[in-house]
């Protein structure tokens, strides 16, 4: 089945530096690649993704960026606030069970700290 | 807030016990899910309902029983656990998949389980 490799654990950057957060996936049927955040006593939330048919996507200070031949896609950051300090998810699609649904396999998790 | 509530935020349960969780959705969605998240592991997908109906479930211990009485609403029912089973235990909702597959999961805050 799908598996979903996430690196670093932690990461540690000063304020207004750059973080990077990268995951690979072995199925390469997987076709959508989302990513959470997650604050301390709160559930994931969804802060971007991205579609097989694209390599590249930005919002504001985010960005997500595919690469399908390698099956691997990452998350980066810019100018860093102490308010990202959070724990990332990755995920990717996995096989379908019936239906139109496929399920999310998550990465481990990237511990974020941003160092005022 | 995701639009996704549960109940209750914290639960300390004894293994002779039996308990309920409960989720609400009120983002229209007709995708249900159950997580567990345990320390140091990834998000495991439990359970999957799709238009009330369960299309997943992830050989998942059989005293976790999930309910799901109508597209809004899904509840967890817990008896006999064991210590292991102690972990933040999340639901997450979903448009069922389209063409290119999307799959925008919106979490709850989670249930703290601990049990005794």
């Known amino acids: 089945g799908e598996n979903v490799e996430q690196h670093p654990s932690t990461l540690s950057v000063q304020e207004g530096d750059s973080a990077v957060i990268k995951c690979t996936y072995s199925?390469?049927?997987?076709?959508?690649f989302p990513w959470y955040k997650q604050e301390l006593g709160k559930g994931p939330q969804l802060i971007i993704d991205?579609?097989?048919?694209?390599g590249e996507k930005k919002d504001q200070r985010i960005a997500v960026t595919l690469n399908k031949t390698a099956k691997h896609f990452s998350l980066h950051i810019t100018e860093t606030q102490p308010e990202d300090s959070a724990v990332y998810f990755c995920?990717?699609?996995?096989?379908?069970?019936?239906?139109?649904?496929?399920?999310?396999?998550f990465g481990k998790g990237t511990k974020l700290s941003v160092k005022p | 807030e995701t639009g996704v509530t549960q109940t209750p935020r914290h639960l300390v349960m004894g293994m002779t016990n039996k308990k309920s969780l409960k989720c609400e959705q009120h983002?229209?969605?007709?995708?249900m899910y159950w997580y567990k998240q345990s320390a140091k592991k990834p998000l495991e997908l439990m359970f999957v309902?799709?238009?009330?109906?369960?299309?997943e479930n992830n050989s998942v211990p059989s005293r976790f029983s999930p309910e799901c009485p109508n597209s809004s609403h899904l509840f967890l029912h817990l008896h006999t656990l064991q210590p292991e089973d102690s972990a933040l235990y999340l639901c997450?909702?979903?448009?069922?998949?389209?063409?290119?597959?999307?799959?925008?999961?919106?979490f709850g805050p989670g249930t703290r389980l601990t049990v005794t």
């Open positions: 309902y799709s238009l009330e109906e369960r299309v």
């Open positions: 991205i579609r097989s048919n694209v």
């Open positions: 997450a909702s979903s448009q069922e998949a389209d063409s290119l597959g999307s799959y925008e999961q919106y």
């Open positions: 995920a990717a699609t996995g096989a379908n069970y019936g239906g139109s649904q496929g399920n999310l396999i």
């Open positions: 199925d390469s049927a997987s076709n959508y």
């Open positions: 983002l229209g969605h007709n995708a």
